[in-house]
């Protein structure tokens, strides 16, 4: 799963060190992907202190710009109450105007203080003193975003935590649907794990769309399978469903979908070597989806992939409101898919 640059510890690693009560005095955890750093967060303060601690043990700053430095290297210099270790959380440290000031309290650290800086949504600049002096005496671990294409290995790992399967038509709705949010993610597939039936260890697609609210046969996935596979009546049927139903199937999603289909066929007609085996070197996707493209180029060619890929950036400018006209969302998008399919 998330893994950091420059040979770091990965997310697994990291959470069974923590299961194992084998703590460092700080941990910088950085990135875009926000929800490994939280996972990891809320992990350390549950194996670190015992429930009965953690009113006089736990500190959590959420920072702003005004934020003072100096209170969070008071409080972690602080010593525990009645317990082995304190555990100081730093919440938003990305907005910690003066976060290199952490930097002499992390070369003269407490060895009873875990200090938790969580810096969202970017990386501190790993040429800076602090994450030396960080990874010197405890963990710099890096949240990079997760590619759409990691998505059912996600939903997989997750619900198999649980003791739970999923078919991949459920899986890949899933993925398709919600997209790369993992906090998000993580919340729908926590509806579907309470709404099991009981006996049932399989997730499906009726599941799916009862719980979740995704119609298993009208979304995004089963869009782009009638789009691959040139059904024209079914691809005109569930974009008519979707302009039938905007809040729950916006445009703004599906167009990403579309794009990045033909953006990765593109790349595959220009691979150069054919056979499935290259074009998944070729793009970098996992050998399962090489069949959904290949079956794309043979549908579409490198000429007509082309042509999509500009009707879809041109799609994108007009639903935003440039030259559009007296155009309806409905009408840019059945002319979207009419464009593909002829």
């Not at 260890?201 to 040139?230: C, H, P």
């Not at 569930?238 to 199937?249: C, D, G, L, Q, V």
């Amino acid at each position: 799963m998330a893994k950091t640059s420059n040979n770091g510890p990965s997310y697994n690693e990291l959470m069974q060190a923590v299961r194992g009560k084998q703590f460092q005095p700080v941990y910088l955890l950085m990135g875009e992907e926000a929800y490994y750093i939280d996972r990891l967060c809320d992990a350390i303060v549950e194996n670190a202190l015992a429930e009965e601690e953690r009113d006089f043990n736990q500190m959590t700053f959420y920072c702003t710009r005004e934020t003072d430095v100096n209170n969070i290297i008071n409080a972690a210099r602080r010593y525990p109450m009645m317990a082995e270790r304190q555990v100081v959380i730093v919440k938003e440290a990305q907005n910690l105007l003066k976060i290199e000031e952490l930097t002499d309290y992390v070369n003269n650290c407490l060895k009873s203080t875990i200090l938790l800086l969580a810096y969202k949504n970017g990386t501190v600049d790993r040429r800076k003193k602090l994450v030396g002096a960080v990874q010197r005496v405890g963990v710099v671990f890096e949240s990079p975003k997760v590619r759409d294409s990691a998505l059912p290995q996600f939903i997989t790992e997750y619900l198999r935590q649980k003791n739970l399967d999923i078919e991949n038509p459920a899986r890949m709705i899933m993925a398709e649907y919600i997209g790369a949010d993992l906090s998000r993610m993580a919340s729908e597939l926590d509806k579907l794990i309470i709404a099991m039936p009981q006996g049932k260890s399989t997730v499906t697609a009726d599941m799916v769309e009862q719980n979740i609210g995704i119609s298993k046969d009208y979304n995004n996935w089963e869009l782009k399978n009638a789009i691959v596979a040139k059904d024209v009546l079914k691809a005109n049927q569930i974009i008519s469903y979707f302009n039938s139903n905007p809040k729950a199937n916006p445009p703004f999603v599906t167009v990403p979908v579309l794009f990045n289909l033909f953006a990765s066929v593109m790349q595959a007609h220009y691979s150069p070597v054919k056979t499935p085996d290259g074009i998944a070197q070729h793009l970098g996707i996992a050998p399962w989806q090489v069949s959904e493209i290949m079956t794309t180029m043979h549908n579409y060619s490198a000429m007509k992939t082309m042509l999509i890929i500009g009707k879809l950036r041109e799609t994108d400018v007009r639903l935003k409101g440039v030259e559009k006209g007296s155009d309806t969302d409905a009408d840019i998008m059945r002319e979207l898919i009419f464009f593909i399919l002829h």
